[in-house]
């Protein structure tokens, strides 16, 4: 069975540009989670989406948003790309129910280089 | 709000040492603890879970136990090994509805041969 899959694996902007992070869940996860691993700040969480819906949202400024398709799929965009927005962009999935419904399953992430 | 505090790393250990690495935690209500493993230029993968008090969690050596009283999870393995060498993560997920992890700073676990 295929785990979260993350695209692209890097990506390097300029400051001001946008950012579009895509994440793919694992078969039969409804709910996808966002992640920011910055160095020195440790894993903070961005967002959960579920059902297409967004849950629940971080300590993050609006630039920061995305979406959740209707095959379960989701996409970050990062707008007004600032240096400090340079991170690893962990992207996870879990389902809504069932023994496994409070596991978060972690894709291999997307490296994002703000120049 | 919900914290998670491990022990400040890195953690340096010769092969077939054993290994104690600490968290406690602060959530309201009764979180599920999990123990995340990242290892070089990865992601995270958990490693083991408790949902509820006097819970063990074990997979691959590695052992934690759910303590209520004292509100920790402290991982522990009796033999390490080169293999291990990653970053370590100990998460909570509050019982509040939530449903986001919050995670401690991560401790750098190196295994000399």
């Known amino acids: 069975e295929a785990g979260v899959t993350q695209s692209p694996t890097h990506l390097i902007k300029t400051r001001g540009q946008q950012a579009t992070l895509r994440c793919s869940p694992i078969?039969?996860?409804?709910?996808v989670y966002w992640y920011q691993q910055a160095l020195g700040l440790g894993l903070q969480f961005l967002l959960w989406y579920d059902e297409g819906e967004e849950r629940n949202r971080g300590n993050f400024p609006p630039r920061f948003s995305g979406r959740q398709f209707p095959n379960y799929s989701s996409e970050l965009n990062v707008n007004a790309l600032e240096l400090e927005d340079s991170a690893l962009y962990l992207c996870?999935?879990?389902?809504?129910?069932?023994?496994?419904?409070?596991?978060?399953?972690f894709g291999a992430g997307t490296r994002l280089s703000v120049l | 709000g919900d914290s998670v505090t491990q022990m400040e790393g890195p953690v340096t250990l010769s092969e077939e040492a054993f290994l104690t690495i600490n968290c406690t935690y602060t959530a309201t209500g009764y979180p599920s603890l999990f123990w995340y493993v990242q290892y070089p230029g990865e992601g995270l993968q958990l490693l083991l879970k408790a949902t509820k008090a006097d819970d063990k969690g074990s997979n691959k050596g590695f052992e934690a136990t759910y303590r209520k009283e004292t509100t920790s999870f402290h991982l522990e393995k009796g033999s390490v090994q080169v293999s291990d060498s990653a970053v370590y993560f100990c998460?909570?997920?509050?019982?509040?509805?939530?449903?986001?992890?919050?995670f401690g700073k991560g401790t750098k676990l190196s295994v000399i041969p």
């Open positions: 996870a999935s879990s389902p809504r129910s069932g023994r496994d419904q409070n596991i978060q399953y």
């Open positions: 998460a909570l997920l509050s019982g509040a509805g939530s449903y986001q992890l919050t």
């Open positions: 078969s039969g996860h409804t709910s």
